[in-house]
């Protein structure tokens, strides 16, 4: 039985440390990431070429199921692997952290969407933490940002005014307090990207009473099995061996 893990996230990597002893599984990162921390196991890095160049590697490489553990706002491949794993009556399964409880933030559908919801509330200071590919949208906007990346962006996407911090997490609370008061931050931006390596600027911001304007993750494809755990995957990857793969077809 041969899986693809389709990872980067810290999920991914948990899920291929438990698994790679007992099962042949390739681990696929995308590649945007300069050194990024390497699952257990065989890794391939870069993309696939879109649905038909997944389709022509999951034939090639004998693929008999499909773990999909990318960032929740990984909504290509997440959408073109449900695709391709649907027409080649694949296995497919989405492993997707919980999302964080909103709470009192201004909830928006899009990257546009927080742009225009900080230029209606006229915030001045803005923490940043989109991503790199979450900056264009602002960069007609008259705020001052504070952007948090683990890559720098194109600066044709950056807003005039700015301050580019590059750091990977986990953080700390008292971390993100110091953060948010140095700079004087009057909203944070962020997307509702789950786990606890980044929860810690929430918190923060509550206890400062930083306003909060949230990205919503996209929705998964429907028809989709998802499962929100580690442990879950882990099940449903080893009861599919031990019934013998019949499981793969559900």
Same mark, same amino acid.
């Given at each position: 039985?041969?899986?693809? *893990?389709?990872?980067? %996230?810290?999920?991914?990597?948990? *899920?291929?440390?438990?698994?790679?002893?007992?099962? /042949?599984?390739?681990?696929?990162?995308?590649?945007?990431?300069?050194?990024?921390?390497?699952?257990?196991?065989?890794?391939?890095?870069?993309?696939?070429?879109? =649905?038909?160049?997944?389709?022509?590697? *999951?034939?090639?490489?004998?693929?008999? =199921?499909? $773990?999909?553990?990318?960032?929740?706002?990984?909504? %290509?491949? %997440?959408?073109?692997? /449900?695709?391709?794993?649907?027409? *080649?009556?694949?296995?497919? &399964?989405? &492993?997707?952290?919980?999302?964080?409880?909103?709470?009192?933030?201004? $909830?928006?559908?899009?990257?546009?969407?927080?742009?225009?919801?900080?230029?209606?509330?006229?915030?001045?200071?803005?923490?940043?933490?989109?991503?790199?590919?979450?900056?264009?949208?602002?960069?007609?906007?008259?705020?001052?940002?504070?952007?948090?990346?683990?890559?720098?962006?194109?600066?044709? %996407?950056?807003?005039?005014?700015?301050?580019?911090?590059?750091? +990977?997490?986990?953080?700390?609370?008292?971390?993100?307090?110091?953060?948010? +008061?140095?700079?004087?931050?009057? $909203? &944070?931006?962020?997307?509702?990207?789950?786990?606890?390596?980044?929860?810690?600027?929430?918190?923060?911001?509550?206890?400062?009473? $930083?306003?909060?304007?949230?990205?919503? +993750?996209?929705?998964?494809? #429907?028809?989709?099995?998802?499962?929100? #755990?580690?442990?879950?995957?882990? +099940?449903?990857?080893?009861?599919?061996?031990?019934?013998?793969?019949?499981?793969?077809?559900?």
């Amino acid at each position: 039985m041969v899986l693809l *893990l389709l990872g980067g %996230t810290s999920e991914a990597r948990a *899920l291929a440390a438990r698994l790679h002893s007992d099962f /042949a599984i390739v681990s696929s990162l995308a590649g945007r990431v300069p050194h990024p921390a390497l699952p257990a196991g065989p890794v391939r890095i870069g993309g696939f070429g879109g =649905a038909l160049g997944l389709r022509q590697w *999951l034939q090639d490489n004998n693929i008999d =199921a499909v $773990v999909d553990a990318t960032h929740p706002y990984a909504a %290509t491949i %997440t959408a073109t692997a /449900a695709a391709v794993c649907r027409e *080649l009556g694949l296995a497919h &399964l989405v &492993l997707a952290r919980p999302a964080w409880s909103p709470g009192s933030a201004t $909830v928006v559908p899009s990257d546009q969407a927080a742009a225009e919801e900080v230029a209606r509330r006229g915030y001045r200071q803005v923490f940043l933490t989109t991503g790199r590919s979450g900056t264009a949208a602002f960069r007609g906007s008259e705020a001052w940002f504070l952007i948090r990346a683990v890559t720098a962006p194109d600066t044709a %996407t950056l807003p005039p005014r700015h301050e580019l911090l590059l750091s +990977r997490g986990p953080y700390d609370r008292d971390g993100e307090v110091a953060l948010l +008061r140095e700079h004087h931050i009057d $909203v &944070l931006v962020t997307k509702n990207s789950g786990g606890a390596m980044t929860r810690p600027k929430l918190d923060a911001a509550a206890e400062l009473g $930083v306003a909060v304007v949230m990205i919503d +993750r996209p929705a998964l494809p #429907s028809g989709v099995r998802c499962v929100s #755990s580690v442990d879950d995957a882990e +099940r449903w990857v080893r009861a599919s061996q031990t019934e013998g793969g019949a499981r793969w077809a559900q």
